[in-house]
Protein backbone atom coordinates (compact mmCIF):
# COMPACT_ATOMS: atom_id res chain seq x y z
CA UNK A 1 0.00 0.00 0.00
CA UNK A 2 3.06 2.38 0.78
CA UNK A 3 6.58 2.94 -0.58
CA UNK A 4 7.27 5.51 1.77
CA UNK A 5 10.79 5.80 -0.51
CA UNK A 6 12.46 8.75 0.71
CA UNK A 7 11.56 8.69 4.36
CA UNK A 8 12.69 5.44 4.41
CA UNK A 9 15.83 6.56 2.98
CA UNK A 10 16.17 9.54 5.62
CA UNK A 11 16.19 7.24 8.25
CA UNK A 12 18.21 4.77 6.83
CA UNK A 13 16.20 2.58 6.68
CA UNK A 14 17.54 1.05 3.04
CA UNK A 15 14.33 2.47 1.68
CA UNK A 16 11.89 2.20 -0.77
CA UNK A 17 1.70 -8.64 -25.93
CA UNK A 18 -1.16 -8.36 -25.89
CA UNK A 19 -2.06 -12.54 -24.94
CA UNK A 20 -5.37 -14.05 -25.75
CA UNK A 21 -7.68 -13.61 -22.23
CA UNK A 22 -8.19 -17.31 -21.12
CA UNK A 23 -10.54 -16.61 -18.70
CA UNK A 24 -14.36 -16.12 -19.71
CA UNK A 25 -15.65 -12.81 -21.24
CA UNK A 26 -18.96 -11.85 -20.56
CA UNK A 27 -20.54 -9.99 -23.50
CA UNK A 28 -19.39 -6.17 -23.05
CA UNK A 29 -20.29 -3.01 -25.25
CA UNK A 30 -17.13 -2.00 -26.71
CA UNK A 31 -15.76 1.58 -26.54
CA UNK A 32 -14.20 2.91 -29.49
CA UNK A 33 -10.97 4.79 -29.75
CA UNK A 34 -11.38 6.80 -33.37
CA UNK A 35 -13.23 9.53 -32.02
CA UNK A 36 -10.79 12.81 -31.92
CA UNK A 37 -11.74 16.53 -32.39
CA UNK A 38 -9.76 19.70 -31.25
CA UNK A 39 -7.48 19.09 -28.49
CA UNK A 40 -7.90 21.61 -25.42
CA UNK A 41 -4.39 22.24 -24.80
CA UNK A 42 -4.17 25.82 -23.43
CA UNK A 43 -1.35 27.90 -25.59
CA UNK A 44 -0.01 29.74 -22.32
CA UNK A 45 2.82 28.32 -20.34
CA UNK A 46 2.94 28.74 -16.89
CA UNK A 47 6.54 29.73 -15.81
CA UNK A 48 6.12 27.60 -11.93
CA UNK A 49 3.85 24.60 -11.20
CA UNK A 50 1.09 25.65 -9.04
CA UNK A 51 0.15 23.61 -5.55
CA UNK A 52 -3.15 21.70 -6.57
CA UNK A 53 -5.49 22.69 -3.30
CA UNK A 54 -4.51 26.45 -5.10
CA UNK A 55 -4.58 25.95 -8.89
CA UNK A 56 -7.71 26.59 -10.54
CA UNK A 57 -6.60 24.51 -13.29
CA UNK A 58 -6.83 21.45 -11.08
CA UNK A 59 -9.74 21.92 -8.76
CA UNK A 60 -12.54 23.13 -11.12
CA UNK A 61 -14.43 20.71 -11.41
CA UNK A 62 -15.57 20.09 -15.94
CA UNK A 63 -19.11 21.77 -16.60
CA UNK A 64 -19.63 18.50 -18.71
CA UNK A 65 -18.15 15.68 -16.88
CA UNK A 66 -21.22 13.34 -16.26
CA UNK A 67 -22.29 13.79 -20.01
CA UNK A 68 -18.57 12.74 -21.28
CA UNK A 69 -17.38 9.46 -21.55
CA UNK A 70 -14.81 7.88 -19.35
CA UNK A 71 -10.85 9.36 -20.95
CA UNK A 72 -12.27 12.42 -22.39
CA UNK A 73 -9.86 14.98 -21.86
CA UNK A 74 -11.22 18.40 -20.31
CA UNK A 75 -8.48 20.40 -20.15
CA UNK A 76 -4.50 20.19 -21.27
CA UNK A 77 -1.61 22.44 -20.93
CA UNK A 78 2.39 22.19 -21.29
CA UNK A 79 3.44 21.17 -17.73
CA UNK A 80 4.65 24.18 -15.96
CA UNK A 81 7.69 25.41 -15.39
CA UNK A 82 10.54 23.33 -16.66
CA UNK A 83 9.63 19.91 -15.74
CA UNK A 84 10.24 18.20 -19.18
CA UNK A 85 13.91 19.44 -18.81
CA UNK A 86 14.25 18.00 -15.09
CA UNK A 87 13.26 14.94 -16.42
CA UNK A 88 16.15 13.01 -18.38
CA UNK A 89 15.45 11.80 -21.90
CA UNK A 90 12.08 13.59 -21.90
CA UNK A 91 11.36 16.37 -24.90
CA UNK A 92 8.59 17.42 -23.49
CA UNK A 93 5.71 17.35 -20.69
CA UNK A 94 1.96 17.89 -20.01
CA UNK A 95 -0.52 17.50 -17.82
CA UNK A 96 -4.16 15.98 -18.73
CA UNK A 97 -7.13 16.06 -16.78
CA UNK A 98 -9.65 13.73 -18.06
CA UNK A 99 -13.17 11.93 -16.92
CA UNK A 100 -12.85 8.79 -14.69
CA UNK A 101 -14.71 6.91 -12.42
CA UNK A 102 -14.96 7.30 -9.09
CA UNK A 103 -15.37 3.94 -6.21
CA UNK A 104 -19.04 4.71 -6.22
CA UNK A 105 -19.18 4.24 -9.95
CA UNK A 106 -19.99 7.96 -10.72
CA UNK A 107 -18.44 10.14 -12.59
CA UNK A 108 -15.28 12.07 -11.52
CA UNK A 109 -11.54 13.36 -12.96
CA UNK A 110 -7.98 12.88 -12.35
CA UNK A 111 -5.04 14.70 -13.82
CA UNK A 112 -2.00 13.06 -15.35
CA UNK A 113 1.28 14.02 -16.79
CA UNK A 114 2.72 12.45 -20.05
CA UNK A 115 5.90 12.62 -20.98
CA UNK A 116 7.26 12.03 -24.70
CA UNK A 117 10.89 10.96 -25.40
CA UNK A 118 13.58 12.90 -26.94
CA UNK A 119 13.85 9.28 -29.19
CA UNK A 120 10.59 7.76 -29.81
CA UNK A 121 10.76 4.15 -31.17
CA UNK A 122 9.21 4.02 -34.53
CA UNK A 123 6.55 1.17 -33.45
CA UNK A 124 4.90 3.70 -30.94
CA UNK A 125 5.20 1.97 -27.15
CA UNK A 126 3.71 3.48 -24.31
CA UNK A 127 3.88 2.86 -20.36
CA UNK A 128 1.72 3.80 -17.86
CA UNK A 129 4.06 3.73 -14.54
CA UNK A 130 1.87 4.43 -11.15
CA UNK A 131 3.96 6.01 -8.58
CA UNK A 132 3.99 5.15 -5.11
CA UNK A 133 2.91 8.55 -3.32
CA UNK A 134 0.42 7.20 -0.75
CA UNK A 135 -0.78 10.17 0.70
CA UNK A 136 -4.28 12.04 1.76
CA UNK A 137 -2.78 15.89 1.05
CA UNK A 138 -3.76 16.51 -2.44
CA UNK A 139 -0.16 18.71 -2.53
CA UNK A 140 1.30 15.54 -2.64
CA UNK A 141 0.06 14.25 -5.84
CA UNK A 142 2.89 13.46 -8.27
CA UNK A 143 1.75 16.32 -11.30
CA UNK A 144 3.28 18.90 -8.48
CA UNK A 145 5.93 17.05 -6.04
CA UNK A 146 7.92 15.42 -9.54
CA UNK A 147 9.15 18.88 -9.34
CA UNK A 148 10.97 18.20 -6.14
CA UNK A 149 12.10 14.54 -6.70
CA UNK A 150 15.52 13.56 -7.05
CA UNK A 151 16.96 11.77 -10.34
CA UNK A 152 16.65 8.40 -8.16
CA UNK A 153 13.07 8.83 -7.84
CA UNK A 154 12.37 9.66 -11.60
CA UNK A 155 14.48 6.70 -12.80
CA UNK A 156 11.89 4.53 -13.68
CA UNK A 157 10.37 7.53 -15.61
CA UNK A 158 13.91 8.26 -17.48
CA UNK A 159 14.66 4.79 -18.07
CA UNK A 160 12.00 4.08 -19.96
CA UNK A 161 11.97 7.72 -22.12
CA UNK A 162 15.49 6.29 -22.86
CA UNK A 163 14.15 3.54 -24.43
CA UNK A 164 11.96 5.97 -26.64
CA UNK A 165 8.84 5.31 -24.69
CA UNK A 166 5.88 7.63 -24.11
CA UNK A 167 4.95 7.70 -20.22
CA UNK A 168 2.01 8.42 -18.59
CA UNK A 169 2.15 9.01 -14.44
CA UNK A 170 -1.07 9.91 -13.06
CA UNK A 171 -2.32 11.47 -9.79
CA UNK A 172 -4.45 8.23 -9.77
CA UNK A 173 -6.44 8.83 -5.93
CA UNK A 174 -7.83 11.44 -7.72
CA UNK A 175 -9.15 15.29 -7.02
CA UNK A 176 -9.85 13.63 -3.29
CA UNK A 177 -6.57 12.02 -2.49
CA UNK A 178 -7.95 8.49 -2.17
CA UNK A 179 -5.13 6.60 -0.88
CA UNK A 180 -6.13 2.98 -0.55
CA UNK A 181 -8.87 3.33 -2.77
CA UNK A 182 -8.54 0.37 -5.06
CA UNK A 183 -11.45 1.56 -7.90
CA UNK A 184 -10.65 4.94 -7.65
CA UNK A 185 -7.58 4.20 -8.89
CA UNK A 186 -7.56 1.40 -10.51
CA UNK A 187 -10.25 3.38 -13.27
CA UNK A 188 -7.69 6.76 -13.25
CA UNK A 189 -5.24 4.25 -14.49
CA UNK A 190 -6.98 3.02 -16.92
CA UNK A 191 -8.76 5.73 -17.91
CA UNK A 192 -5.50 7.73 -18.20
CA UNK A 193 -4.15 4.96 -20.85
CA UNK A 194 -7.48 6.13 -22.88
CA UNK A 195 -7.21 9.26 -22.73
CA UNK A 196 -3.58 9.60 -24.31
CA UNK A 197 -5.30 6.64 -26.90
CA UNK A 198 -7.89 8.10 -28.05
CA UNK A 199 -8.52 11.95 -27.05
CA UNK A 200 -8.32 14.83 -29.00
CA UNK A 201 -4.35 15.36 -28.34
CA UNK A 202 -3.60 12.15 -29.93
CA UNK A 203 -0.85 13.85 -32.05
CA UNK A 204 0.38 16.00 -29.62
CA UNK A 205 1.22 12.93 -27.91
CA UNK A 206 3.32 11.51 -30.77
CA UNK A 207 0.09 8.83 -30.94
CA UNK A 208 -0.83 7.41 -34.08
CA UNK A 209 -4.76 7.60 -35.63
CA UNK A 210 -5.11 4.13 -35.29
CA UNK A 211 -4.48 3.52 -31.12
CA UNK A 212 -4.12 -0.97 -32.46
CA UNK A 213 -1.09 0.03 -33.63
CA UNK A 214 0.20 1.35 -30.00
CA UNK A 215 1.90 -1.45 -27.37
CA UNK A 216 1.52 -0.47 -23.99
CA UNK A 217 1.78 -1.85 -20.53
CA UNK A 218 1.73 -0.86 -16.66
CA UNK A 219 3.94 -1.04 -13.90
CA UNK A 220 3.65 -0.15 -10.15
CA UNK A 221 5.21 -0.87 -6.71
CA UNK A 222 3.72 -0.78 -3.06
CA UNK A 223 0.86 2.32 -3.48
CA UNK A 224 1.77 2.26 -7.35
CA UNK A 225 1.29 -1.16 -7.17
CA UNK A 226 -2.22 -1.41 -5.44
CA UNK A 227 -3.42 1.29 -9.02
CA UNK A 228 -1.85 -1.28 -11.33
CA UNK A 229 -3.31 -4.21 -9.43
CA UNK A 230 -7.03 -2.80 -9.40
CA UNK A 231 -6.48 -1.89 -12.91
CA UNK A 232 -5.84 -5.14 -14.24
CA UNK A 233 -8.81 -6.13 -12.30
CA UNK A 234 -11.21 -3.45 -13.51
CA UNK A 235 -10.06 -3.90 -17.35
CA UNK A 236 -12.04 -6.04 -18.74
CA UNK A 237 -15.30 -4.98 -17.96
CA UNK A 238 -14.43 -1.05 -17.71
CA UNK A 239 -12.11 -0.79 -20.26
CA UNK A 240 -12.30 -4.22 -22.66
CA UNK A 241 -11.09 -1.95 -25.84
CA UNK A 242 -7.98 -1.65 -24.19
CA UNK A 243 -5.28 -4.27 -24.99
CA UNK A 244 -2.64 -4.30 -22.94
CA UNK A 245 0.81 -6.31 -23.47
CA UNK A 246 0.96 -6.57 -19.88
CA UNK A 247 1.34 -5.63 -16.04
CA UNK A 248 4.28 -5.61 -13.84
CA UNK A 249 2.98 -5.05 -9.95
CA UNK A 250 5.03 -5.64 -7.43
CA UNK A 251 5.16 -5.20 -3.53
CA UNK A 252 1.26 -5.87 -3.30
CA UNK A 253 -0.78 -5.21 -0.06
CA UNK A 254 -3.97 -7.38 -1.50
CA UNK A 255 -6.20 -7.24 2.30
CA UNK A 256 -6.42 -3.84 4.04
CA UNK A 257 -7.38 -5.57 7.10
CA UNK A 258 -4.10 -7.70 7.44
CA UNK A 259 -1.93 -4.24 6.37
CA UNK A 260 -4.03 -2.48 9.93
CA UNK A 261 -3.03 -5.35 11.70
CA UNK A 262 0.45 -5.92 10.11
CA UNK A 263 2.02 -2.04 10.73
CA UNK A 264 -0.09 -1.38 14.10
CA UNK A 265 2.15 -0.16 16.78
CA UNK A 266 5.01 -0.03 14.34
CA UNK A 267 6.96 2.38 12.26
CA UNK A 268 4.71 2.63 9.94
CA UNK A 269 1.45 3.03 11.90
CA UNK A 270 0.58 6.00 9.85
CA UNK A 271 -0.52 4.22 7.31
CA UNK A 272 -3.67 3.29 8.75
CA UNK A 273 -4.93 6.96 9.31
CA UNK A 274 -3.89 7.21 5.98
CA UNK A 275 -5.97 4.85 4.33
CA UNK A 276 -9.00 5.32 6.59
CA UNK A 277 -8.88 8.67 5.57
CA UNK A 278 -8.50 8.45 2.01
CA UNK A 279 -10.71 5.25 1.20
CA UNK A 280 -13.58 7.08 3.07
CA UNK A 281 -13.26 10.31 1.23
CA UNK A 282 -14.91 8.29 -1.69
CA UNK A 283 -17.94 7.25 0.83
CA UNK A 284 -19.18 10.17 2.74
CA UNK A 285 -21.78 8.08 4.90
CA UNK A 286 -18.49 6.18 5.99
CA UNK A 287 -16.14 9.17 6.74
CA UNK A 288 -19.20 10.58 8.77
CA UNK A 289 -18.89 7.17 10.37
CA UNK A 290 -15.23 7.23 10.81
CA UNK A 291 -15.26 10.78 12.33
CA UNK A 292 -18.14 9.90 14.71
CA UNK A 293 -16.08 6.64 16.11
CA UNK A 294 -12.85 9.40 16.78
CA UNK A 295 -12.00 10.06 20.13
CA UNK A 296 -12.89 13.94 20.41
CA UNK A 297 -10.31 14.90 23.12
CA UNK A 298 -7.08 13.62 24.44
CA UNK A 299 -3.51 12.77 23.10
CA UNK A 300 -5.10 10.07 20.81
CA UNK A 301 -7.68 12.60 19.13
CA UNK A 302 -9.81 13.07 15.57
CA UNK A 303 -8.12 16.26 15.05
CA UNK A 304 -4.68 14.83 15.37
CA UNK A 305 -5.51 11.34 13.10
CA UNK A 306 -7.00 13.64 10.41
CA UNK A 307 -4.15 15.73 10.43
CA UNK A 308 -2.51 14.15 8.05
CA UNK A 309 -4.83 15.28 5.63
CA UNK A 310 -2.71 18.88 5.78
CA UNK A 311 0.30 17.27 6.70
CA UNK A 312 0.91 14.46 4.06
CA UNK A 313 2.63 11.25 4.78
CA UNK A 314 6.03 11.90 5.50
CA UNK A 315 5.38 13.58 8.94
CA UNK A 316 2.31 11.66 9.40
CA UNK A 317 4.56 8.39 9.82
CA UNK A 318 6.86 10.48 12.57
CA UNK A 319 3.67 11.24 14.47
CA UNK A 320 2.31 8.24 14.35
CA UNK A 321 5.06 5.77 14.60
CA UNK A 322 4.60 2.88 17.08
CA UNK A 323 1.64 4.19 18.06
CA UNK A 324 -1.54 1.90 19.35
CA UNK A 325 -3.73 3.58 16.61
CA UNK A 326 -7.17 1.48 17.74
CA UNK A 327 -6.74 3.78 20.92
CA UNK A 328 -7.46 6.55 18.78
CA UNK A 329 -11.31 5.03 18.51
CA UNK A 330 -13.87 5.07 21.23
CA UNK A 331 -14.81 1.10 20.55
CA UNK A 332 -10.96 0.58 19.54
CA UNK A 333 -10.93 -1.92 16.61
CA UNK A 334 -13.64 -2.85 16.80
CA UNK A 335 -15.29 -0.05 14.74
CA UNK A 336 -14.17 -0.72 12.15
CA UNK A 337 -16.03 -3.85 11.39
CA UNK A 338 -19.29 -1.78 11.62
CA UNK A 339 -21.25 -2.81 8.04
CA UNK A 340 -20.53 0.32 6.91
CA UNK A 341 -16.59 0.31 7.23
CA UNK A 342 -17.00 -3.56 5.65
CA UNK A 343 -18.87 -2.09 2.32
CA UNK A 344 -15.75 0.27 1.97
CA UNK A 345 -13.49 -2.22 2.39
CA UNK A 346 -15.16 -4.75 0.29
CA UNK A 347 -14.94 -1.78 -2.78
CA UNK A 348 -11.37 -0.67 -2.41
CA UNK A 349 -9.69 -2.92 0.47
CA UNK A 350 -9.54 -6.34 -0.30
CA UNK A 351 -7.69 -7.44 -4.28
CA UNK A 352 -9.03 -9.64 -6.57
CA UNK A 353 -13.12 -8.81 -5.81
CA UNK A 354 -13.35 -7.14 -9.10
CA UNK A 355 -12.12 -9.66 -12.02
CA UNK A 356 -9.47 -11.13 -13.36
CA UNK A 357 -5.99 -10.02 -15.12
CA UNK A 358 -6.71 -10.44 -19.13
CA UNK A 359 -2.99 -9.26 -20.02
CA UNK A 360 -0.11 -10.97 -18.63
CA UNK A 361 0.98 -10.15 -15.62
CA UNK A 362 4.88 -10.12 -13.48
CA UNK A 363 3.97 -9.68 -9.89
CA UNK A 364 7.18 -9.58 -7.33
CA UNK A 365 6.80 -9.53 -3.68
CA UNK A 366 9.08 -10.03 -0.87
CA UNK A 367 8.56 -13.00 1.67
CA UNK A 368 9.78 -10.50 4.46
CA UNK A 369 7.21 -8.23 3.87
CA UNK A 370 6.49 -5.67 6.69
CA UNK A 371 3.75 -4.12 5.95
CA UNK A 372 1.60 -6.80 4.13
CA UNK A 373 2.07 -10.50 5.01
CA UNK A 374 3.30 -12.58 1.81
CA UNK A 375 0.33 -14.96 2.21
CA UNK A 376 -2.05 -12.29 1.11
CA UNK A 377 -0.37 -11.99 -1.93
CA UNK A 378 0.13 -15.42 -1.99
CA UNK A 379 -3.49 -16.32 -1.99
CA UNK A 380 -4.45 -13.42 -4.71
CA UNK A 381 -2.19 -14.95 -6.90
CA UNK A 382 -2.91 -18.74 -6.89
CA UNK A 383 -6.73 -17.64 -6.80
CA UNK A 384 -5.79 -16.22 -10.29
CA UNK A 385 -4.02 -18.91 -11.81
CA UNK A 386 -7.04 -20.84 -10.66
CA UNK A 387 -9.10 -18.76 -12.97
CA UNK A 388 -6.96 -19.08 -15.97
CA UNK A 389 -4.48 -15.99 -15.85
CA UNK A 390 -1.29 -15.68 -16.61
CA UNK A 391 1.41 -14.94 -14.41
CA UNK A 392 5.25 -15.25 -13.31
CA UNK A 393 5.21 -14.42 -9.49
CA UNK A 394 8.22 -14.12 -7.79
CA UNK A 395 9.17 -14.32 -4.31
CA UNK A 396 11.92 -12.99 -2.94
CA UNK A 397 13.31 -14.84 -0.23
CA UNK A 398 15.87 -11.65 1.35
CA UNK A 399 14.13 -8.87 1.07
CA UNK A 400 11.90 -6.45 2.83
CA UNK A 401 9.13 -4.10 1.30
CA UNK A 402 11.50 -1.41 0.74
CA UNK A 403 14.58 -3.61 -0.42
CA UNK A 404 12.53 -5.41 -3.11
CA UNK A 405 11.53 -2.11 -4.41
CA UNK A 406 14.96 -1.93 -5.65
CA UNK A 407 15.71 -5.50 -6.09
CA UNK A 408 12.88 -6.13 -8.23
CA UNK A 409 13.35 -2.67 -10.41
CA UNK A 410 15.52 -4.55 -12.97
CA UNK A 411 13.88 -7.60 -13.26
CA UNK A 412 10.74 -5.94 -13.72
CA UNK A 413 12.78 -3.60 -16.09
CA UNK A 414 13.84 -6.51 -18.13
CA UNK A 415 10.51 -8.19 -18.00
CA UNK A 416 8.73 -4.80 -19.73
CA UNK A 417 11.14 -5.01 -21.99
CA UNK A 418 10.34 -8.41 -23.19
CA UNK A 419 7.00 -7.83 -23.00
CA UNK A 420 7.27 -4.26 -25.05
CA UNK A 421 9.82 -5.30 -27.32
CA UNK A 422 10.44 -8.74 -28.13
CA UNK A 423 6.95 -10.33 -27.79
CA UNK A 424 7.20 -12.43 -24.97
CA UNK A 425 4.07 -14.25 -23.71
CA UNK A 426 3.70 -15.33 -20.07
CA UNK A 427 1.68 -18.71 -21.01
CA UNK A 428 0.04 -20.03 -17.69
CA UNK A 429 1.83 -19.53 -13.73
CA UNK A 430 4.95 -19.61 -12.93
CA UNK A 431 5.74 -19.41 -9.35
CA UNK A 432 9.12 -18.74 -8.40
CA UNK A 433 11.50 -17.83 -5.17
CA UNK A 434 13.98 -15.90 -6.17
CA UNK A 435 17.13 -14.96 -3.58
CA UNK A 436 18.08 -11.10 -5.04
CA UNK A 437 19.58 -9.06 -1.76
CA UNK A 438 19.62 -5.98 -3.17
CA UNK A 439 22.86 -4.77 -0.97
CA UNK A 440 24.71 -7.62 -2.32
CA UNK A 441 23.68 -7.29 -5.85
CA UNK A 442 22.34 -3.35 -6.58
CA UNK A 443 24.98 -1.21 -4.98
Not at 157 to 180: H, K, M, Q
Not at 199 to 224: N, T
Not at 323 to 345: H, K
Request: aromatic share 10%.
Amino acid sequence: MVCFKTLALALGLGLLLEVLPTVASPHVARRELTNRSSCPMATSHLENAVQPKSDPWYLTTPADLDAATPGTIFRARPAPGNLASRVANSSAAYNILFRTTDSQQTATYAVATVFLPQKPLADTTLLSIQLAYDTVDLNQSPSYVMYSYSADQLSDITWALGRGWVVITGDYEGPLASFGAGRMSGSAVLDGVRAVLSSSCGAEFGMPADPGKVRYALWGYSGGGLATEAATELQLKYAPELKFLGAAMGGLTPNATSVIATVNKGLYAAIIPGYLIGSTSQFPDARAYLLSRLKPYGLQSKDLFMSMVETGTEIGIITFAFQDMSSYFIGGFADLDAPIMQRVRESDGQMGTHGVPQMQVFCYKAIHDELSPVADTDALINKYCKMGANILYQRDTVNNHFDEFNSGQPRARSWLIGVLEQGHVQVGCTIQNVTDPYYVFHL
